[in-house]
Every structure is written in structure tokens, then in C-alpha cells.
């Protein structure tokens, strides 16, 4: 009786073993999502050549497709750090009277590289159920473009990367779902919010903009 129990005992303590070694580690992923991505004013450019009652629509903000490459470490089943970079376009489209009579259609789009820094929480057992994640962000602003279509001049583009600062900081919230169906692959669905407290318009220092975005992120991961 006494082998047997501490047998028993001898096999608990090694899957207790286990499981705090299956519990923690690295891993990479990779996720895809799609995100809303507004700027907080409408004007930075049009102090250029114009002034803000030139508008004549209202500004769309972008949607754009967000692909994330992602790596990071698990301290346990509940609490992991993630890093990684990804890319997304920011921006603006509206309809504009610059001088006179000429109508044009204008399309800015901003690209940029996303590299976070987050702290994940996970609620639940084994890896599986909700979680929640937050960190500081920066985009690295890769370039400015300015789409413009008229009956006038027809459609040229126009090189506005010098009206943006190159680098700009913010912070990341996310909520979702991650389920954990064995010890190696890991599955996530969630939102992810995007939100820049770095004024990014070096055109009018006066007019702040800002960067954020809203979107849902699909991912799935390797641990190791």
C-alpha cells in the first residue's frame, strides 16, 4: 500500500512537472486582420494651398487589411509578453474645391510598420478562453502619398512624406478569445485597438493628428 501511494504520489508530482513545462515558453504566430483606421483631423494639408472651408465632403476614413508576424513568451498558461511588426495604411479620402471651380478627389494614404509590446492576460484553463492585452506601440511611417483626380489636371500624385513625422508612439488594447487545442498550437479571435497619442503633422504643428484604428484580428501560433 505504501509503494503504491508513493507511486501515486511519484506520478502526480511528474505530471505537475509536465504541465508547468508544457505551461511556458516561446512562440511565434502569425495573424491577419482588418482594420478602421481614421486621423483625428481632416486639414493638415490643405494649409498647403488652401484652407478648410475649401471641403466639400465629409473625410472616409480607410479600412485596410492588417498582416502581423508576432513572437513573444509565455510566463505561464495566463500571462505572456507579445511582440512582433505588422503593416497598415492610415489616411483619408474626401472631396475638395482648391481653387475656383476645380473639383478633385483626394486619396492620402500613409503607410506604416505596427511593432507593439504587449502584456497578455488569459482567463480560463490550459491556455483556453478569454484574454486581454496592452502595451505600447510605435508606427515607423514608411511613406505619404496624396492621390488627387480632377476633370482639370486628371490624376496625379503627389509625395507628402515630409508633411509627417517618421515615428509615432500610442498604445494597444485587445480583447478576444484564444483556445489552446494542444500544447504546440494555439488559435485566436479578437479586436484590436490601435490608438497614437503623438501628434504625427509637421505641416501645421497648430493642427493636431492623430492615429487610430479598430479591427478584428484572426491569428494562430506555435509554442515550442
Same mark, same amino acid.
Given at each position: ?56 465632403? @465629409?473625410?472616409?476614413? %480607410? ?5 502581423? /508576424?508576432?513572437? +513573444?513568451?509565455? &510566463?505561464?498558461?495566463?500571462?505572456? !509578453? ?79 512624406? @515630409?508633411?509627417?513625422? %517618421? ?5 494597444? /488594447?485587445?480583447? +478576444?478569445?484564444? &483556445?489552446?487545442?494542444?500544447?504546440? !498550437? ?39
Amino acid at each position: 500500500m505504501r509503494k503504491f501511494i508513493h507511486a501515486l504520489v511519484l506520478t502526480v508530482f511528474l505530471m505537475l512537472c509536465t504541465n508547468l513545462t508544457k505551461a511556458y515558453g516561446p512562440f511565434v504566430g502569425v495573424s491577419i486582420g482588418i482594420n478602421n483606421v481614421s486621423l483625428s483631423k481632416i486639414d493638415p494639408l490643405w494649409l498647403k494651398g488652401g484652407s478648410v472651408s475649401d471641403k466639400i465632403s @465629409s473625410s472616409v476614413s %480607410k479600412y485596410t487589411f492588417m498582416p502581423f /508576424l508576432y513572437g +513573444g513568451y509565455a &510566463f505561464s498558461n495566463k500571462l505572456s !509578453l507579445v511582440t512582433g511588426f505588422g503593416s497598415f495604411n492610415a489616411g483619408q479620402h474626401y472631396t475638395d474645391s482648391l481653387i475656383g471651380q476645380r473639383v478633385e478627389d483626394v486619396n492620402l494614404t500613409i503607410k506604416n510598420v505596427y511593432i507593439p509590446m504587449l502584456l497578455r492576460y488569459t482567463a480560463g484553463h490550459g491556455g483556453s478562453g478569454f484574454y486581454f492585452e496592452v502595451g505600447p506601440h510605435v508606427n515607423l511611417m514608411q511613406s505619404a502619398v496624396m492621390n488627387n483626380s480632377s476633370d482639370l489636371l486628371g490624376a496625379y500624385k503627389t509625395d507628402v512624406t @515630409s508633411y509627417f513625422t %517618421k515615428k509615432d508612439y500610442g498604445f494597444t /488594447l485587445g480583447l +478576444g478569445i484564444h &483556445f489552446q487545442p494542444n500544447d504546440h !498550437l494555439g488559435l485566436q479571435f479578437g479586436f484590436r485597438g490601435i490608438y497614437g497619442y503623438q501628434n504625427i503633422n509637421l505641416l501645421s504643428p497648430n493642427t493636431i493628428v492623430k492615429t487610430s484604428a479598430l479591427g478584428l484580428q484572426i491569428g494562430a501560433e506555435y509554442r515550442f
